[in-house]
């Protein structure tokens, strides 16, 4: 392909100079010239000539810079001070490889440059400190030191104020970290955390900003980049922004330290970046060859910003301090909406009033009709669970408008359902306690837990409008209105078991739902900690006054069914010539003995002397008195 070779080297080593000009000259037939650096060729004249480079990295970027935008043919071969020149282009360590890649046509790429404050850059700029990002051999590591590395990351993090300016004068002020701006994805890239794939020729630089809001994002950041090794824009961390155009102002009060290329340090309140688009025609290492491949199938990308992310204003400035804080702040703009929403929720109103009357009404015909999907429904029109939302972010932030409101407004609720669900049992002729009224009579700690995990799920629907669909399912899982329904039903018919086991489940969900919400807005970051402290206390003492007696029903439980699976080992016991199989229906555990509703299927016609058998059989695996009702099956064959 070339007949000319111009052979641009410093190097003095007779021996590797006749190494290189000896193969070229036997395999290619080609003339060589040799030349120093400091040579400015005209492009016009040196179309057919190959400029076969032999620099250390600092003298091929010179080279560079004196021939951009020029289109003579160049190639790179491995020199011992151009270990970076050879890791972003992919040169071969092989001389004599590198050499043959020189001559072939296939590798031969227009190529873009990153330039930074007037120096070209192979490909990397690295500003502040990325934590991970901006290491080359990380993975060498062994499994101790990647380890310490991680913890010495974790504490030693330290924020600075940047102002971000993109090619269409988009400005973004932040407080970050560090700064990494890659051209291209190189093979020095393909060995850290880096998961995208980034071109070299798309005249377009890829900034990933390090500006993690919370101790909780920043872990989660460290995670993923020294252990997962996964960072891409398809899942990027929050603790990342990003973007990807063609020119990038970073600017800031302070002083910045950067590096070129992971070379010497440098410095400068303003660091001007940019990419200059095909400005040099390189024959790239054979490993990219695909690369060049699909160059003509390229497609021109558009400017990409995602820094929503990033902290802004008042966070920034906390920041800045060295406060970095265990859950992510809220924006003034988040927790303004929030607050409003949450504020008309605690209002008492007429439409609150007509919903609690009506679900109310449908939830106590449903429980003495025992039917599931009418209850269900009561559950959805019920609208108890705003109020007491609006409850938990007034005990974190100590509110007392949200406070007085939200208690006025559940109070007033409560009453209405408690004064029409017994008024309404005393005009229903029935007395029966159905099994929809018994679910709800012996509360335990896994009620506690449905509570919990209901006020998580409506205080992050609450702050997220696109989530707020779900506040149904989380009504439905919290059922709030049937206990108070179960309640009203037990004064009705004047029966204090009732009252108190369903005033017991009512309780566990209003206390519940409101710590667990409260904890939910202070991960989200719409308060201090030291602020919430007060109220989180209160509710906490409470929630463990209520658990006293569910984790007493909830030993009962697991007693209860320790008793069954124990009796259920009990599938069939011989009588003389009669066979009888078990079939255990129901237990309720009393203190001294144990009720046990049992079907008993033989062929015969059983004596009251096998039932005591059988009776027996049955204390001696339990190893407590059992009361027995029996239902006799005779099989008929």
């Known amino acids: 392909m070339y007949k000319q070779v111009y052979f641009i080297s410093q190097e003095k ?330 504020k008309d929720n605690a209002k008492f109103s007429y439409i609150f009033a007509t919903l609690m009357i009506l679900s109310t009404l449908l939830a106590t015909t449903g429980l003495f009709a025992n039917s599931t999907p009418v209850i269900i429904g009561a559950m959805i029109l019920a609208p108890l669970m705003a109020p007491i939302i609006s409850l938990s972010m007034g005990v974190i932030r100590a509110d007392k408008f949200l406070l007085f409101q939200s208690v006025r407004t559940m109070l007033f609720g409560i009453s209405l359902a408690l004064l029409f669900s017994s008024i309404y049992t005393l005009f229903i002729p029935l007395e029966q306690i159905t099994v929809e009224m018994q679910g709800r009579l012996n509360p335990n700690l896994l009620d506690l837990m449905v509570a919990i995990f209901s006020g998580m799920a409506g205080a992050y629907a609450y702050s997220k409008e696109e989530v707020a669909k779900s506040l149904a399912g989380v009504a439905i899982a919290v059922a709030l209105v049937p206990p108070l329904s179960v309640i009203g039903i037990g004064i009705g018919i004047r029966n204090i078991d009732v009252i108190y086991g369903s005033f017991l489940l009512f309780a566990t969900n209003l206390v519940g739902i409101t710590l667990s919400a409260a904890l939910t807005f202070i991960v989200l970051g719409f308060a201090p900690v030291k602020k919430a402290k007060k109220g989180l206390l209160y509710t906490f003492v409470l929630m463990v006054i209520i658990s006293i007696p569910l984790f007493l029903s909830f030993m009962k439980v697991v007693d209860k069914y320790e008793y069954f699976n124990k009796l259920n080992s009990v599938k069939s016991i011989v009588l003389e010539d009669k066979k009888v199989e078990l079939k255990i229906q129901l237990i309720q555990n009393k203190k001294d003995k144990i009720l046990v509703n049992i079907e008993l299927i033989s062929d015969k016609y059983l004596l009251f002397d096998d039932y005591l058998i059988i009776k027996n059989k049955l204390q001696e695996t339990v190893d407590k008195q059992i009361v027995l009702k029996i239902t006799p099956v005779i099989k008929i064959d």
């Open 13 to 342: 080593d007779k021996k590797i100079l006749d190494e290189i000009f000896d193969y070229i000259k036997e395999k290619y037939k080609s003339e060589i010239s040799t030349f120093s650096i400091d040579k400015i060729f005209d492009d016009k004249k040196n179309k057919d000539i190959l400029f076969l480079l032999y620099l250390g990295d600092e003298e091929i970027k010179t080279f560079f810079q004196n021939h951009l935008n020029k289109t003579i043919s160049i190639s790179i071969l491995p020199h011992e001070k151009s270990l970076n020149a050879i890791k972003n282009y992919s040169i071969s360590k092989d001389i004599k490889d590198a050499i043959d890649d020189a001559f072939n046509p296939e590798l031969l790429s227009k190529i873009d440059l990153l330039k930074c404050n007037d120096y070209l850059s192979f490909n990397r700029i690295s500003i502040g400190d990325m934590h991970g990002m901006n290491n080359y051999d990380y993975n060498e590591n062994s499994r101790f030191r990647k380890i310490k590395i991680f913890f010495n990351n974790l504490k030693n993090i330290k924020f600075k104020s940047y102002t971000l300016t993109t090619s269409k004068d988009q400005t973004v002020q932040t407080a970050a970290s560090g700064i990494t701006v890659l051209e291209h994805l190189s093979l020095a890239t393909q060995e850290s955390a880096i998961r995208d794939e980034l071109s070299i020729h798309d005249g377009k630089l890829n900034a990933y900003i390090l500006a993690p809001t919370s101790l909780i994002s920043y872990v989660w950041y460290l995670l993923a980049i020294f252990f997962y090794q996964k960072v891409s824009l398809m899942s990027l961390p929050k603790s990342l922004g990003f973007i990807k155009a063609s020119k990038l102002t970073v600017s800031s009060s302070e002083i910045l330290d950067y590096q070129i290329d992971n070379s010497d340090l440098h410095q400068s309140k303003t660091i001007e970046l940019e990419v200059l688009q095909d400005c040099i025609n390189l024959h790239l290492g054979r490993d990219l060859l695909e690369i060049v491949k699909n160059d003509e199938k390229h497609i021109e990308e558009k400017d990409v910003i995602k820094l929503n992310s990033l902290p802004k204003a008042e966070i920034s400035s906390i920041l800045i301090e060295g406060k970095l804080p265990l859950f992510k702040k809220a924006t003034d703009e988040d927790f303004k909406d929030l607050l409003s929403n949450l």
